[in-house]
């Protein structure tokens, strides 16, 4: 594979200035100026600026390009003393803009660096770049977001680097890094151009995009149902789960290795209002019930869930990131409950992405859509017949991207109430199903991280930078990946280490020394729990099968 495809670059063959240097091969120094650049004409493509940029004690010098393709902005990165290799990043949410602090962790190490903005430039309201569908502007920008944006900027990037270093080749290796969003990204890529990157790293990925976002608005009915839940009161339910879940591994240590393995029922386990009258203390008995349907899922009246629900933990006392308000508080907010006068993050993806994509305005959507209104019954079978082909990043045969010598390494928070861990776990045992398990395991890596939340953060030891590091030991020197040391804190603020290790092991705990030094824990096969648990299964109805080492980051 090792992306030297020619990617069409006649067109930047022509170019002059090409032309008086052809023959070059295989270059690491610029051949030409950095503002020549800005004279390059591609189709659909605007360059707003090409400037070098001196270096700096944490970055080299390079060339920052700038410009537009169509409505989706890119920023490529262009160092002068290039290491033959590339490096791209997604994006987070609805998309709208480009996390250049992320464009720069790849250039910092000397790879051409680069991200497109996801198919426009307008974040907020989430998803209302897509509407009207009649809008052939509007179609354009839902294509990009959807599939397009990471693939043409790579295939933009590549004319760039044969531009300013002569090279013909393309870059020797080519590597994808992101996280949430631009974890579907880098599966699309996986799925759909599985020659485009010889390495990828994608964590926490929304690759179901229409059932997590429909999830999104359901959370919203059942807590408009109850009557809202006042965000206080989260650290109650967190405290209430982890009473009934920290154990089941064997060690009481604030984290709940794998939530399938927890039988937490918020009717029962919740202490209930007296009177059924709502307290601080106390949950009246439609908050039990919305937080029951919460972890439970979506379903339908027939009892068919539509994806499933928020994983135990995720509700657990953390430090916030600073997107939904910093602080600390329950995983909960910002993302499930919105913290006054912020709605959640979830509901706002849901309801951007029914009313402006989802749902055509024939159907129900548009600015004024209720999201009261959307039935279950008919209206997630809508949206996902109107959008899961474009959006979402499902398909579980990835045998041409194994053939082609790809490597994907997959990580996701067991904690994560964003895109929730069983959607990852879902997604790579069908990979597993559908092509076996030594195979899939000869290219794909998945790693759950207990403690995790969204693309970070939370209770969890993680150290994405580790994992990056291993992917490119793996595309260029075949060492397959194994387990590695994580870093975070205690929920009291102490620094905890453990491994992470590739699914389905689990750090087993050695019996003796310190449970928050790594080196007293071993990655082995899960052992069953002692309880009688279910874990969230659709066999039995039907339905669809703080501190923290993070140098290279899952970008929002």
């Known amino acids: 594979m090792h992306s030297k495809q020619k990617l069409l670059l006649i067109n930047v063959i022509i170019f002059n200035l090409l ?99 996801g198919g426009h430039t307008e974040p907020y309201p989430m998803f209302a770049f897509a509407y009207p569908p009649t809008d052939p502007d509007a179609r354009q920008k839902l294509n990009d977001h959807c599939f397009g944006s990471v693939h043409e900027t790579m295939l933009l990037a590549k004319k760039f680097i044969a531009a300013y270093y002569c090279d ?34 994608v964590g926490d990925p929304v690759h179901c995009l229409t059932q997590i976002t429909t999830r999104g608005v359901w959370a919203e009915q059942q807590l408009t149902i109850a009557r809202g839940l006042d965000p206080a009161k989260l650290s ?56 029951y349907n919460i972890y439970d899922g979506p379903r339908k009246t027939d009892g068919t869930r539509t994806t499933f629900g928020e994983a135990f933990g995720s509700e657990t006392i953390m430090q916030l990131p600073p997107y939904v308000g910093g602080g600390t508080g329950s995983g909960w907010i910002g993302w499930i409950v919105g913290m006054p006068p912020m709605g959640s993050l979830g509901f706002g993806l849901g309801d951007g992405f029914v009313k402006y ?55 996701c928070g067991w904690a994560d109430p964003a895109t929730g861990p069983y959607q990852s776990v879902d997604y790579y045992e069908n990979v597993l199903n559908t092509m076996g398990d030594a195979e899939t395991k000869e290219f794909y890596k998945l790693y759950m991280i207990p403690g995790m939340a969204h693309c970070g953060g939370g209770l969890g030891c993680y150290d994405l930078a580790a994992l990056f590091d291993a992917l490119v030991d793996w595309v260029e020197n075949g ?31 050695s019996g003796t020394g310190s449970i928050d030094d790594a080196a007293n824990f071993t990655c082995q096969d899960p052992i069953p729990s002692s309880k009688d648990n279910t874990p969230p299964s659709d066999d039995d109805d039907g339905t669809l099968g703080g501190c923290f080492i993070v140098s290279i980051f899952g970008h929002h």
């Not at 290491?83 to 609805?94: E, L």
């Not at 129900?364 to 979402?392: E, I």
Request: proline share 6%.
């Open 19 to 117: 032309i008086l240097v052809s023959g070059a091969g295989f270059c690491t120094q610029p051949c030409n100026t950095c503002d020549n650049l800005q004279d390059l004409s591609f189709s659909g493509v605007t360059i707003t600026s090409a400037t070098l940029i001196s270096g700096t004690t944490t970055l080299p010098e390079h060339c920052r390009v700038e410009g537009f393709r169509y409505f989706d902005q890119f920023i490529i990165k262009l160092p002068t003393d290039w290491n033959g290799r590339y490096y791209q990043i997604g994006n987070g949410g609805s998309a709208g803009s480009i996390v250049e602090s992320g464009i720069d962790e790849g250039l910092a190490q000397g790879y051409v660096a680069a991200s497109g903005s």
């Open 168 to 201: 013909m080749d393309g870059p020797e290796y080519s590597y994808y890094n992101s996280c949430s969003t631009g974890g579907r990204q880098g599966l699309i890529e996986v799925q759909r151009y599985p020659e485009d990157f010889d390495g990828l790293l």
């Open 236 to 291: 109650l339910l967190a405290d209430a789960v982890m009473d009934e879940c920290d154990e089941i591994d064997g060690l009481a240590d604030g984290l709940i290795d794998d939530p399938r393995n927890c039988t937490f029922d918020a009717m029962t386990d919740l202490p209930a209002c007296p009177g059924d009258v709502d307290g601080p203390d106390c949950f009246t008995a439609a908050q039990r019930q919305a937080i």
């Open 357 to 411: 994509a989802g749902l055509s305005p024939s159907g129900g959507g548009g600015p004024t859509w209720d999201y009261m209104t959307f039935d279950f019954d008919v209206d997630f079978d809508t949206v996902v017949a109107n959008m899961s082909d474009k959006c979402d990043a499902m398909d579980p045969d990835l045998s041409e991207f194994k053939t082609l010598g790809g490597k994907l390494i997959h990580y």
């Open 479 to 509: 060492i397959e990946p194994t387990s590695y040391t994580g870093a975070g804190l205690t929920a009291t603020g102490d620094p905890r280490t453990r491994p992470m290790c590739p699914y389905p092991e689990v750090a087993v705990y």
